[in-house]
């Protein structure tokens, strides 16, 4: 079974630009979650969703936005970029929102 | 709200065991989870606890009690290969979100 693919691996935008990251969930998978990770943060979250709905957002400005669609793949998109924005940028998924979470590798974005 | 704590490092022995404790605070609490992490990977999915007790997987185990909002992580047999960082998850809030604690680093000396 495959796992979760994110693309793309690695990013670089400079400060102003807007970037779209991709999340192809495990088949099955209808619950789709993003996460922020930096050094000094740890894991920071961002969005879930399910079944096409948000069901949660974390406390980041409305520059980040996402969605889901109705294969359960989902982006995620910053607008504006900051210096502040370069991090990992990791999405999960599972069956239902409850259920243990699997991870992708991420998309490493920097902003020069 | 929710709030998670567990030490920032610990260092063990090849072949010894460790304990990672996590304490946490998550009202309308819905589950504990543990992740691994190693350096510039992915968090690879552990082990998942709802209710009280003590869940066992091969050399990992982890304990959950809701009244003590506490967990731990057990690791047996440590080899060289779990050297990582060790995430403790909790899930519940207004909103039922999975809240991440900042990670445990574990270093496994020889």
């Known amino acids: 079974k495959a796992g979760v693919t994110q693309t793309p691996r690695y990013l670089i935008k400079t400060r102003g630009q807007q970037v779209t990251l991709s999340c192809s969930p495990i088949s099955g998978h209808r619950s789709v979650s993003w996460y922020q990770q930096t050094p000094g943060q740890g894991l920071q979250f961002l969005f879930e969703y399910f079944s096409e709905t948000q069901r949660n957002k974390g406390n980041f400005p409305g520059r980040f936005s996402g969605r889901q669609f109705s294969n359960s793949r989902s982006e995620m998109n910053v607008s504006t970029l900051e210096l502040g924005d370069s991090a990992l940028y990791l999405c999960a998924s599972s069956l239902k929102p409850e259920q243990p979470q699997h991870f992708g590798d991420g998309t490493r974005l920097s902003i020069l | 709200g929710q709030n998670i704590d567990q030490p920032t490092e610990m260092t063990a022995t090849e072949g010894a065991i460790v304990q990672i404790n996590c304490t946490y605070q998550?009202?309308?609490?819905?589950?504990l989870f543990w992740y691994q992490q190693h350096a510039g990977e992915a968090p690879t999915f552990l082990s998942y606890n709802v209710l009280d007790g003590l869940e066992e997987k091969g050399r990992f185990s982890s304990f959950l009690s809701r009244s003590k909002g506490y967990s731990y992580l057990l690791l047996k047999e440590l080899q060289m290969k779990d050297s990582a960082s060790y995430l403790c998850?909790?899930?519940?809030?207004?909103?039922?979100?999975?809240?991440f604690g900042t990670g445990t680093l574990l270093a496994v000396q020889p």
């Open positions: 998850a909790s899930r519940g809030g207004a909103t039922n979100k999975l809240i």
């Open positions: 998550t009202s309308g609490f819905n589950g």
